[in-house]
């Protein structure tokens, strides 16, 4: 029988690490970046030469001055070393969606029996990983296994803190040997480069300053679980796949809403404060933290940065956190859905653009009818994400996601675009063709108590079911899911906006050839994208069947499997919108569509194979047990009451018919895996775990051998 855990002693658990942390009594602001070899470190540690050279490569993003990179090196190195470091690592986002880091000490022989440390520009600019292992999509076969990690400056190296000593990261992107993107970063970085010139070429028809390149911003917010770390160990779904594939949802869960920004347990904040701290000092600017809707749910949030900097981030608070929760006895749980019948994981990603001017060009200001430059970007978005919905979910496809889009609690796996009340009248008063003339105010809200102020309320309402909301200042793409890298649906949302300013500019161009009246080429242009790609827009409850119904009616895509919507990269046109804005040629995509789809595929297998091992090694046995005890003790029971026990009788038998149908699931599964055949292996996991669940509620549940949901998700 397993052990159950009823009274933890979390008085040491993360203590005594926190003691040992030189935050010490430090604020905040004192060791923020501490670790992050950033502008106000480089100027103490370059010359005058060469702090400008580099500030100046950062801020256009690049070119960077070969001749200086020996001294940037020397200066990281000896920075990194003053923090304990012994060696250093290109850091890299290759196509399983994770990082990947290989480490080199900074030691050199020095003739003499010893050691000198050393680091050169060679190696901090270029580093050659054997990467023929990573995911390619059969871009890098084996015998050219030859790729490449080059420096990121526009993202700065930091410093990771090991048990006894600390690590030099930099931020790099990976290619192979003929230059193709392994990975995420690459064309992440060529997005931004696409939208970014898009956006100036707006700024100058519009007769905008440019002051600064125009750079699209992110802010991610990352949902979790946490879990007891005995209970994780006890759960080798947990720990193989992310996600029970077994449990029956406990009666209370998260039906009174009692969970949601509830006040956090100490144990949880004692995770958060930790989390927080270690972010810090990454220079991470978490901001905001939360309890979320399910029971053992949360959320954090950053303020939202450059979106190179901001996906980086994301990508290490992922890592961070899984670290911290170690610490207190946790484990955190970054799959979509870990538990079946309760809310799944998201990772919303708030996206905006800073134009030129250095001005948030999503923002409406108190006039959006009178602010060119918004409408216009609004439009563009419109129009990318009509045009493009179904690249657009391709970019949040995963086998783990598929068990939340879609789901009641998730944004649909149709995607359309929230408004909003303000903005959909100025795009009504644009569609008829004058202009828009006026903006809905939002007015003041009464509370109904004298002794309160009025608070300003905002002009339009929220809507927690769009998959593509407005959110006052910027986009919200919900449909991202929990464990995801943030880069693939960036890297769309920059390419097809950019994709569509690109139109918009070159009419506009082309307008003011024959008609110097600007403003009403500017009117019929955005005229004719919302008569075409007004059908995105939906307001309404995107949860409703109603709404599936609409949308078909409507002509949008709902693509509701990974593989069904993985296609769409294959698509000629996504082809030619990738190789139009320079993002991703067709070999790249078609290397990502096969990587993707193996993924996947893997994913499906092993889930298969495992739930097929624990049913029939460690769950049926149990049952197969229990029934033979149920027989034994009824047996006994007649003999001496000289009765027949008939509810007893009945009991057995739902018992018996549970385990025998359990052990015909398991047979439908090991066949379907010696087929292969992926649609059968998930409707095997579907189907089995069905009459598993049924089990857990028929043994009783100190024979069961898994801990429970309500044991895993009401943590204290
Ligand atoms: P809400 O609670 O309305 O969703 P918040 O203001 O709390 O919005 O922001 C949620 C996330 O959106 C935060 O990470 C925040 O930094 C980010 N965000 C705010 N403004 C922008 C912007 N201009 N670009 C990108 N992200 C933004
Ligand atoms: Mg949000």
């Given at each position: 029988m397993r052990t159950r855990i009823s009274a933890i002693d979390i008085s040491n658990i993360g203590g005594k690490r926190m003691m040992t942390?030189?935050?010490?009594?430090?604020t905040v602001a004192d060791y923020y970046g501490d670790n992050v070899f950033g502008i106000k470190v480089m100027r103490n540690y370059l010359s005058e030469k060469a702090f400008k050279s580099l500030s100046e490569a950062i801020k256009n993003n690049g070119p960077l001055d070969r001749s200086i990179a020996d001294e940037v090196a020397e200066a990281m190195k000896n920075w990194a070393v003053a923090k304990g470091a012994t060696h250093y690592t290109h850091w890299f986002q290759p196509l399983t969606g994770l990082t990947a880091e290989k480490h080199d000490s900074f030691i050199e022989l020095d003739g003499e029996g010893g050691v000198i440390l050393e680091f050169s520009g060679d190696a901090l600019i270029q580093g050659e990983p054997d990467a023929s292992s990573f995911p390619s999509g059969g871009l890098r076969p084996t015998f050219e296994a030859r790729g490449y990690t080059g420096w990121d400056p526009t993202s700065p190296a930091f410093i990771k803190e090991g048990p006894n000593a600390t690590t030099l990261c930099i931020p790099t992107y990976f290619v192979g040997w003929n230059g193709v993107s392994l990975d995420k970063k690459t064309p992440l970085l060529r997005s931004m480069k696409a939208i970014s010139k898009q956006v100036s070429r707006l700024a100058k028809l519009l007769g905008i300053k440019i002051t600064q390149n125009a750079f699209s911003t992110l802010g991610g917010e990352q949902e979790y679980f946490l879990i007891d770390r005995e209970y994780y160990h006890q759960r080798i779904d947990l720990i193989q796949t992310?996600?029970?594939?077994f449990g029956k949802p406990p009666a209370k869960h998260q039906q009174m809403a009692d969970h949601y920004f509830g006040a956090i347990k100490e144990r949880v904040m004692g995770f958060m404060e930790d989390l927080d701290r270690e972010m810090w000092k990454l220079g991470a600017p978490l901001k905001t933290r939360h309890n979320e809707v399910a029971p053992g749910q949360f959320e954090v949030a950053p303020i939202f940065e450059n979106q190179n900097l901001a996906v980086d981030h994301n990508m290490l608070t992922m890592e961070v956190m899984q670290k911290v929760a170690k610490r207190h006895g946790l484990a955190c749980l970054l799959h979509e859905k870990p538990f079946a019948g309760i809310n799944g994981s998201g990772k919303h990603c708030n996206w905006s653009i800073t134009g030129p001017d250095g001005k948030n060009w999503l923002s409406p200001g108190d006039s959006p009818h009178e602010n060119e430059r918004f409408l216009i970007m609004l439009c563009a978005v419109i129009k990318a994400v009509d045009e493009h919905a179904k690249f657009l979910r391709a970019s949040v496809a995963s086998a783990g996601n598929d068990h939340r889009l879609g789901s009641h609690e998730a944004p649909p796996a149709i995607i359309s675009i929230y408004l909003g009340e303000q903005l959909t009248d100025i795009i009504e008063q644009i569609e008829k063709g004058s202009g828009a003339k006026s903006s809905k105010k939002g007015g003041t809200l009464t509370v109904g108590l004298d002794s309160l102020p009025t608070l300003p309320r905002h002009a339009s309402d929220r809507n927690r079911t769009s998959p593509f909301a407005f959110t006052g200042s910027k986009f919200e793409f919900?449909?991202?899911?929990?464990?995801?890298?943030?880069s693939g649906p960036n890297i769309v949302i920059n390419t097809i906006v950019a994709d569509a300013l690109d139109d918009i500019c070159t009419k506009l161009e082309e307008a003011r050839k024959s008609d110097k009246n600007a403003d009403k080429a500017v009117q019929k242009i955005l005229q004719e994208i919302i008569k075409k790609h007004k059908k995105i827009i939906f307001n309404g409850d995107n949860y409703t069947e109603a709404w599936l119904k609409e949308a078909k009616k409507r002509g949008l895509p709902n693509l509701k499997t990974t593989p069904e919507a993985l296609e769409v990269i294959k698509d000629p046109a996504v082809i030619s919108l990738c190789e139009r804005q320079g993002v991703l040629t067709k070999r790249e995509l078609i290397s990502r569509y096969d990587a993707y789809l193996e993924a996947y595929e893997t994913v499906i297998r092993y889930e298969a194979a495992l739930a097929a091992d624990m049913a029939k090694t460690t769950i049926i046995p149990v049952a197969v047990d229990y029934q033979a005890e149920l027989a034994e003790m009824i047996k006994s029971v007649e003999g001496i009451n000289?009765?027949?026990s008939a509810s007893s009788r009945k009991f057995l038998k739902d018992v018996s018919g549970e385990t025998e149908k359990a052990l015909t699931a398991v047979g439908s599964l090991e066949a379907a895996l010696k087929g292969n055949s992926i649609e059968k292996m998930k409707d095997g996991v579907a189907a089995l775990r069905t009459v598993i669940d049924t089990l857990e509620g028929l043994v009783p549940s100190n024979k069961w051998p898994l801990p429970s949901y309500t044991e895993m998700l009401f943590i204290s």
């Open positions: 942390t030189e935050t010490g009594n430090k992310g996600r029970t594939l919900r449909a991202v899911g929990s464990a995801m890298s943030l000289k009765t027949k």
